[in-house]
């Protein structure tokens, strides 16, 4: 089983930033990929960024967010600055494990930490 552990939101106002952390733990070979996601209220789950070598952001949050990893811990950062009220939602951790080295890769969720941005 992986267990992934998001901390690091909070409210921040308008302008400000905040570092989300996202820790991996349980049996895990490899990780393919992690990335972040996100959901308001009302709206559906998206994409903010994705690392798998190469990474990927959404139009929305280029430029303002950096995805980072530390692969020796399992340990995924999301670096937020510029923040907008329209980024505030619930954040949540994806990443894609390889459980040990015989095995397929499966995806696994956190928790979701909270955003919240005070205009």
């Known amino acids: 089983q992986v267990q992934l552990v998001e901390s690091g939101g909070g409210l921040v106002q308008a302008g400000g930033s905040l570092r989300l952390s996202c820790a991996a733990s349980g049996t895990i070979f490899s990780i393919n990929a992690m990335g972040w996601y996100r959901q308001a209220p009302g709206k559906q789950r998206e994409l903010v960024a994705l690392t798998y070598g190469s990474t990927n952001y959404a139009d929305s949050v280029k430029g303002r967010f950096t995805i980072s990893r530390d692969n020796a811990n399992n340990t995924m950062y999301l670096q937020m600055n510029s923040l907008k009220p329209e980024d505030a939602a619930v954040y949540y951790c994806?990443?894609?494990?390889?459980?040990?080295?015989?095995?397929?890769?499966?995806?696994?969720w956190g928790q979701g930490t909270q955003v919240t941005v005070s205009s």
């Open positions: 994806y990443a894609v494990v390889v459980p040990t080295a015989s095995s397929g890769s499966y995806g696994f």
